[in-house]
């Protein structure tokens, strides 16, 4: 099977090879090296008049391309660690989300920003966060984050033609896996549906009759995917999983229907605990029940810490497998009040 990076660089040549008005742009993009993750490569030396090279200066990467999206471009623009991001918040958050409603719906800006996200690499607290939370609920905006069961490919494609903003978050272990096939592997027990869309949400599941449900995205579906199969087959706990492609803005019809089945949700994601994901999906489900004492909630999440160079103080601080078993152990045998924990 092809991995997420050959899939995203797939995806990019055949948007340059298609539509002459995607232009990519990014710091250290071109040919030899690709791009610091490599899912640029090759693109320059196909098209070097779209391919574009940029100083280090991510509100200039990101201002440069809402003006190209203004004037009728489909610009792609590469943040090269997900952590800066933040340099170009002023042109995401207060230009190109904004440019459509504050010109009446007379101009539309057809951008994507790509950037990786995460840490388990040793990369220390300024080049391992996961830092899509921030930008998540900004109107105008859309948050994607691709994983190994839906294809890439298809999720940059859809964002690349929308006629409005796409944040696009791959995570960096995600980059060297390669897609799942249901059925096969660790999918072979699983049934699998989707719900539509372009960026659509997956249910993964053993049975009808799950006690659980666990809620994540991107690179954390590998974690919980192992959790699940460990609850299986270790603890007879049956757990599914909603997978979600797109955060913002946040469809919880998908997620909603596995609750009401199993009564219990955990949600898992990278981004820091307090304030995060999982808090406001949890907020959703709350709102939307009829009856609070039928539902019981967890989060595991990254500690509200800096995430360190040390491999064991990340493991420490980061989501892992074991973290997500243990919590919806003691989710299962939940039946006081609604429960919440940090881990």
């Known amino acids: 099977m092809p991995t997420v990076l050959e899939r995203l660089n797939h995806a990019l040549h055949h948007a340059l090879e298609t ?25 320059s030396t196909d098209f070097p008049d779209r391919v574009h090279t940029t100083p280090i200066s991510e509100a200039a990467i990101v201002g440069v391309a809402n003006g190209m999206a203004l004037r009728g471009l489909r610009p792609v623009a590469e943040i090269m660690f997900g952590d800066f991001v933040t340099l170009a918040a002023d042109q995401l958050v207060n230009h190109a989300a904004k440019f459509r409603w504050m010109y009446n719906d007379n101009v539309r800006v057809p951008l994507v920003v790509r950037t ?14 996961s830092l899509e939370k921030f930008f998540l609920g900004v109107p105008g905006l859309k948050v994607v984050a ?7 490919a298809d999720l940059l494609a859809a964002a690349i033609a929308a006629d409005d903003p796409v944040l696009f978050i791959e995570h960096k272990l995600l980059y060297t896996r390669p897609l799942l096939e249901a059925g096969v592997g660790d999918l ?12 659509p949400a997956h249910l993964l599941r053993f049975t009808p009759h799950s006690h659980l449900t666990i809620a994540t995205y991107g690179y954390n579906f590998e974690l919980a995917r192992q959790a699940a199969l460990d609850l299986l087959y270790e603890h ?23 609750v009401q089945r199993t009564g219990r949700l955990l949600t898992v994601d990278e981004g820091t605990l307090s304030l995060g994901w999982g808090a406001e999906v949890i907020s959703r489900i709350v709102e ?4 609070l004492s039928r539902y019981y909630v967890s989060r595991v999440a990254a500690l509200d810490l800096p995430i360190a160079n040390s491999k064991a103080l990340e493991d420490e601080i980061l989501p892992s497998q074991e973290k997500i078993t243990e919590a919806a152990i ?9 429960h ?4």
């Open 19 to 43: 539509d002459p008005r995607v232009h990519l742009l990014g710091e250290d993009i071109l040919d030899p090296y690709g791009g610091a993750f490599k899912v640029t490569r090759g693109l």
């Open 236 to 258: 007879e706990i049956f757990a599914e999983i909603v997978l979600f492609s797109q955060l913002s803005p946040f469809n919880i019809d998908p997620l909603l229907e596995s």
């Open 288 to 291: 939307r029940s009829n009856d």
């Open 340 to 343: 919440q924990s940090s881990r």
């Open 116 to 129: 990786p996200m995460g840490g388990r690499r040793g990369y220390g607290p300024t080049h391992s966060q």
């Open 330 to 338: 003691e989710l299962y045998h939940e039946e006081g009040a609604s």
């Open 146 to 152: 691709p994983n190994t069961l839906g294809d890439p």
């Open 188 to 199: 072979r027990d699983m049934q699998i549906e989707t719900a539509g869309g372009p960026y």
